[in-house]
C-alpha cells in the first residue's frame, strides 16, 4: 500500500468505525435479536431464550400493531400530498432570484432544522384546550367539547392537527428542493410551451410538473420512511392518545407505528420490538419500491 492510499484508509477509518459500530453492528444485532426473547431483565443482552418466528408472529396478529400501521398510512397520506402542494406553491411563488424571495426561502427552511420534539412541544401550547392560542382565536366558531380539550385531544382533530403542525415544519426543505428543480427547467421549454399556447395549470401540469417528477419521488420516499419511523411528534403532543375503541380494545388514537415501537422498547420487551422493526423496514421498502416503479412506468 502506497503512502496515498494509506492517506486515503487513514481519512475513511473513522466514519468506517463509526459505521461499523453505530449501524452495520446494531442492524444485524437487532435481526438476531427478534428471533429471542429476554428472560433476565437483570442482563438484557444475555439469558437470551430463542423463540424462532414467535416474535413476528405475536406482532402480526396483534390488532394494536396493525391499528399502527394504519394510523401510519393515514398520517403520511394526509402529510405528504399537504407537503408537497405546500413546497411547490411556494416554489413557485419564490422562483425569482430576488432578495426578498431568498429571504423568504430562508425563513421556511428555519423551522426544517428545529428538532420535532421541540416543534411538538410548542404547537402542543397553541394547541391546548381553553388558554391554547388557537382555540381562544377561533372560539366563536369551535364546539364546547373542542375548546375544552383543545384539538390535540379530540381523537376527530388530534391526527390532523399533528399533520398540519409537521407540514409547517417540513415545507421549508421541500420548498429548497422544488425551488433547485424549476430553476434547472431550460427557459427554451418553457418559451416553446408559450408559443404552443400553452399557460397557467396547463403548462404547470403538462411541462413543469413533470419536469420535478424526481424531487417529487424523493419527497414521497421520504415521506413514507418519516411517516413509518415518526415517534418524537406524537411523543410531544398527543403521548400516542386520546383513547379511542377499536374491535372493542381501547386504542390511541395517534399512536402510530414508531410508537408502538417504542412502547415495547421502554417495556424491555426487546425481541417483540426488534421484529416491530425489521417488519416495518419491510413494509416501508415494499411501498417506496411500488411507488417507484408506479411513477416509472
Do not use: Q
Not at 381501547?250 to 426487546?270: C, D, E, F, M, Q
Amino acid at each position: 500500500m502506497g503512502k496515498s492510499s494509506f492517506r486515503n484508509f487513514l481519512f475513511v477509518l473513522p466514519f468506517t468505525l463509526i459505521f461499523f459500530v453505530f449501524l452495520l453492528f446494531p442492524f444485524f444485532y437487532a435481526l438476531y435479536l427478534s428471533f429471542f426473547k429476554v428472560t433476565d431483565l437483570s442482563n438484557i443482552f444475555a439469558n437470551l431464550r430463542f423463540v424462532g418466528l414467535r416474535n413476528y408472529l405475536y406482532v402480526l396478529k396483534d390488532k394494536e400493531f396493525l391499528y399502527s400501521v394504519w394510523l401510519s398510512l393515514k398520517y403520511g397520506l394526509m402529510l405528504i400530498p399537504l407537503n408537497i402542494f405546500l413546497s411547490i406553491t411556494l416554489a413557485l411563488l419564490l422562483k425569482g432570484d430576488l432578495k426578498i424571495n431568498r429571504l423568504y426561502r430562508t425563513l421556511f427552511f428555519m423551522p426544517f432544522v428545529l428538532d420535532a420534539f421541540v416543534v411538538g412541544v410548542v404547537w402542543t401550547i397553541m394547541y391546548a384546550g381553553r388558554y391554547g392560542l388557537l382555540v381562544n382565536l377561533l372560539k366563536p366558531m369551535l364546539p364546547a367539547s373542542l375548546y375544552n380539550t383543545g384539538f390535540l385531544g379530540n381523537p376527530n382533530t388530534a391526527m390532523l392537527a399533528v399533520v398540519v403542525a409537521i407540514c409547517l415544519k417540513n415545507i421549508g426543505f421541500g420548498t429548497v428542493l422544488y425551488t433547485a428543480a424549476l430553476n434547472n427547467i431550460s427557459p427554451d421549454i418553457e418559451d416553446a410551451a408559450k408559443i404552443d399556447g400553452a399557460s397557467g395549470l396547463k403548462k404547470f401540469f403538462k411541462i413543469t410538473f413533470p419536469l420535478v417528477s424526481h424531487t417529487t419521488t424523493f419527497l414521497v420516499i421520504t415521506g413514507i420512511i418519516g411517516a413509518f419511523s415518526a415517534f418524537s411528534e406524537f411523543f410531544a403532543m398527543t403521548g400516542g392518545g386520546p383513547i379511542v375503541y377499536k374491535w372493542g380494545v381501547p386504542l390511541g388514537a395517534t399512536k402510530v407505528s414508531g410508537y408502538y415501537l417504542y412502547n415495547h422498547i421502554a417495556n424491555l420487551r426487546l425481541g417483540i420490538a426488534s421484529a416491530t422493526s425489521f417488519l416495518l423496514l419491510i413494509l416501508t421498502l415494499a411501498i417506496s419500491i411500488i411507488y417507484s416503479r408506479l411513477v416509472r412506468e
